[in-house]
């Protein structure tokens, strides 16, 4: 069964503070990574990663990914209270469905 | 823009009542899907289609059925509903083949009393 861990489960800053965001998974037949920012309804894509060491960059947020280690994260520096969310973290395998995990919710603080 | 949209916002229902939760999407996509999201356990997967008539059982099924008779459009149907679905229904699509990005609707929030 495919499994997707994330951490931390929440967390709380100051706005200009730097956060890193984890996830973990095993996968059979990895295809990609892929992370969703979620604020009040639909969860809307962010990054998509497939191989490893390639960092991907929006702005303030980046996410890499280590297909070895069987992680990845997600950076966003100088953060702003609209950067408060849940952010998803999935993996696609062979198939058409993603896994994902339960989500890290950060607060971010004026 | 991709546009998936979702019959209601916010759903209330007896126990045992018949639900239908309609999700359309504009883009001629292959791909729907119907997760639902609760505290502490993410998203998960109920149904899925990958074509107009055919359906797969996503991971947790049971208590539900899908219909999808047109491309755009993807129903989530609770035959007899139970306090034990309450929860936010959120419907996706994508594109099929290569393309892994699904795009999401809104949201159900369905309360079953």
């Known amino acids: 069964e495919d499994k997707v861990v994330q951490s931390p489960l929440s967390l709380v800053v100051h706005e200009g503070d730097t956060v890193t965001l984890n996830c973990s998974y095993e996968?059979?037949?990895?295809?990609?990574l892929l992370w969703y920012k979620q604020e009040k309804k639909a969860p809307t894509f962010l990054f998509m990663l497939t191989s490893s060491g390639i960092e991907k960059k929006s702005g303030r947020l980046s996410s890499i990914l280590d297909k070895k280690e069987l992680f990845s994260i997600l950076n966003i520096t100088a953060t702003q209270t609209g950067d408060s969310a849940v952010y998803l973290c999935a993996v696609r395998s062979s198939g058409d469905k993603l896994t994902f995990g339960t989500g890290t919710r950060l607060a971010v603080r004026p | 823009d991709v546009k998936v949209t979702q019959s209601s916002r916010y759903l209330v229902k007896r126990t045992g009542e018949k639900v239908f939760l309609e999700c359309v999407q504009d883009?001629?996509?292959?791909?729907m899907f119907w997760y639902r999201q609760d505290p502490g356990l993410g998203l998960r997967l109920i149904y899925f289609?990958?074509?107009?008539?055919?359906?797969e059982k996503g991971d947790i099924p049971e208590g539900y059925s899908v219909s999808r008779e047109k491309k755009e459009r993807f129903s989530l149907i609770l035959e007899s509903a139970s306090t034990n679905q309450t929860s936010m229904y959120l419907c996706?699509?994508?594109?099929?083949?290569?393309?892994?990005?699904?795009?999401f609707g809104p949201g159900t929030r369905l309360t079953v009393t």
């Open positions: 996968v059979t037949n990895f295809r990609s």
């Open positions: 289609s990958y074509d107009v008539k055919m359906k």
């Open positions: 996706a699509s994508r594109e099929g083949g290569l393309v892994d990005e699904q795009y």
């Open positions: 883009m001629d996509h292959e791909n």
